[in-house]
């Protein structure tokens, strides 16, 4: 009988395959894909997305409209919040251990002894997993940035898609928005429809430059399409296709964008001859799943702890994400007063890593927060100490205090009258959150 490793002990192992956990280039991609016998070139109809905010959330929706169209579906996305299996998902299941086990160390054996981020193996794995599985469609979703992620060596995808793009990953990617949409924009290739979400006008102007340059055929917001937000859905114009959504799956104002992005996708992937019917754009938007992106939990010890208050999660990190997430805090307000009830108080638990602005996460939240709880996220070693953290959003405006760890800070919530709280700041916090709720 055959016996697999723990995959965990797989993919630590190839964590200390090179010195850096983030080294941009496509050289070290290509060359194991080489070895692999080029799996990306035997791939179905590849949608790339690349952006800063809802690629996941684009990811999600685009799956329920074609699994709602009855076909079989690859996608690959990052980072994982409780496995790393999450991360492929083949043919509309997630990698079986067996079969990850197997891959990662056929993938370790070809690459050798030779430097290769843990990134980079992964992908290189994925792609060799998706070309060796049939199915209709991969949705693969960059990792960070664009012109150099791994998931770039697709010289002809059916589509590219790029979300609203905001300050993230300056270390990386640049220090102004031009520069970092530079970046995201390189996905965008010769021929291929590229679909752009609502940006701001210094990032659309980019975007709209490199297609031009490169030659690809673009799609854009407030152009060739737009969207007008209703109470559970929205109404979609273009010359396309024009009609309404009644209702999305995903929670939170600004996922009406997000799933409009997904349907201008499915037009053009519709007219490049997938079966995509208006049933399954209505369907499918109306059964996406995406956790941990305004997860309202249901069972677990917070609400155990916290008996009469509604719990919720996000991974959101950036500015723009505290946007979001103060956006839907005043909307809860407006929907108490609106009923004539007492407006509930909101706690925020908030754990983030070093190498996001808490600041900039942090201060749109400090006019609907009633108190922040910071902790240092749990067996995360790049984490902002808790005390670090919590003088970042004095900073903006807190009332903010530290907790040692979850408990802590539930315990701390809950001697206050019910309310809501929010657990965010951080993918790698939800994660850990997730283990033990749903």
Request: net charge negative.
């Amino acid at each position: 009988m055959t016996t697999y490793p723990s995959t965990d002990v797989i993919l630590n192992r190839l964590m200390g395959l090179h010195p850096k956990v983030i080294d941009l280039s496509l050289g070290r991609t290509t060359d194991l894909l080489s070895k692999l016998g080029d799996p990306q070139m035997k791939l179905p109809p590849v949608v790339h997305v690349a952006g800063t905010n809802g690629k996941g959330s684009v990811v999600a929706n685009l799956r329920g409209i074609a699994e709602a169209a009855g076909l079989k579906v690859h996608c690959y996305t990052s980072p994982h919040l409780v496995r790393f299996h999450e991360r492929i998902r083949l043919a509309g299941e997630l990698i079986a251990e067996e079969a990850l086990a197997d891959l990662l160390e056929f993938c370790e054996r070809k690459n050798g002894d030779r430097p290769i981020t843990f990134f980079e193996i992964t992908t290189c794995a994925a792609f060799k997993a998706f070309a060796d599985t049939p199915a209709d469609i991969l949705l693969l979703e960059t990792g960070l940035g664009g012109r150099l992620d791994s998931t770039n060596v697709v010289d002809h995808p059916a589509a590219s898609v790029i979300t609203p793009i905001s300050m993230d990953h300056m270390q990386f990617l640049g220090d102004s928005l031009p520069v970092i949409a530079a970046e995201k924009a390189a996905i965008q290739k010769h021929n291929v429809p590229a679909i752009t979400a609502p940006q701001v006008p210094e990032v659309d102007a980019v975007l709209g430059a490199t297609a031009d340059a490169v030659g690809a055929l673009q799609f854009r917001h407030d152009r060739e399409w737009t969207f007008v937000p209703s109470e559970d859905g929205f109404t979609f114009e273009s010359a396309d296709w024009s009609g309404t959504i009644p209702g999305i799956a995903l929670g939170g104002a600004h996922q009406r964008g997000n799933a409009a992005t997904a349907l201008a996708a499915a037009i053009k992937l519709r007219q490049a001859g997938l079966a995509l019917d208006d049933a399954a754009f209505v369907d499918g938007l109306a059964r996406a799943e995406w956790p941990a992106r305004l997860q309202q939990l249901t069972a677990g010890p917070a609400l155990d702890n916290l008996p009469g208050w509604e719990v919720w999660l996000d991974g959101g990190h950036n500015q723009a994400a505290g946007e979001i997430l103060a956006t839907e805090a005043k909307r809860w307000r407006e929907l108490d007063v609106a009923a004539g009830r007492k407006p509930k108080p909101l706690h925020l638990i908030c754990g983030m890593l070093n190498s996001k602005a808490a600041d900039q996460f942090l201060a749109p939240l400090a006019t609907v927060a009633d108190s922040l709880t910071a902790l240092a996220i749990p067996g995360e070693e790049n984490a902002i100490p808790a005390e670090e953290l919590a003088e970042a959003a004095r900073s903006v405006g807190h009332h903010a205090d530290t907790a040692r760890g979850l408990s802590e800070a539930l315990a701390k919530a809950g001697g206050t009258e019910p309310g809501r709280l929010m657990i965010c700041g951080s993918l790698y916090l939800a994660g850990r959150v997730l283990r033990d709720h749903r």
